[in-house]
């Protein structure tokens, strides 16, 4: 494929529903269910500019450094401390529901770190977490991500004493 070719293909949405949909069902699962949530998240706007707050990042692209544990294709509610100021080519990827290709070659397009660095380099972003948090997607227990997914990474998100978080999901 071509360079414009390429790039036309990556500048196309990505419809998430009906892959995950066609996932789950060449997989042999059956037909995902999606959350509905009763109330609405527990978002806020910003109390100082972004340039003068400290940032974590959440992904769950199944992004971990070289010589940890990669993750479990499934249920695996457990989190990787990424330090932020790793090599990025010590990252590496693992998940079971989106192709991997792109991400082994860049883990930059599911776990954006060096980007996020320049923009603290550059002063958008005040300072970055000493570490980042990757985890897997595709968790199919709603259950186990609210009840342990979700407080753990809070914790982690506490000490880091995050004024915001980039969630980056896959």
């Not at 954006?112 to 923009?119: E, G, K, M, Q």
Request: proline share 6%; charged share 25%.
């Amino acid at each position: 494929m071509t360079s414009e070719k390429t790039q036309a293909a990556h500048s196309v949405p990505v419809e998430y529903i009906p892959r995950i949909r066609d996932n789950y069902a060449r997989l042999g699962y059956t037909a995902y269910k999606w959350i509905v949530s009763e109330t609405a998240p527990p978002l806020t706007h910003l109390s100082k500019p972004l340039s003068e707050c400290r940032l974590g990042l959440a992904a769950s692209g199944g992004v971990y450094v070289a010589g940890q544990v990669a993750f479990h294709y499934k249920d695996d509610t457990s989190l990787r401390d990424i330090p932020a100021d790793v090599d990025s080519s010590m990252l590496r990827a693992t998940h079971f529901a989106y192709d991997l290709s792109d991400a082994r070659t860049d883990p930059n397009v599911v776990f954006p770190i060096d980007t996020l660095r320049r923009l603290a380099r550059e002063g958008v972003i005040g300072s970055l977490a000493s570490r980042f948090q990757s985890f897997m997607g595709g968790i199919y227990s709603a259950r186990r991500v609210t009840g342990e997914l979700a407080p753990q990474l809070l914790q982690r998100l506490r000490e880091e004493e995050v004024d915001a978080v980039l969630l980056v999901p896959v």
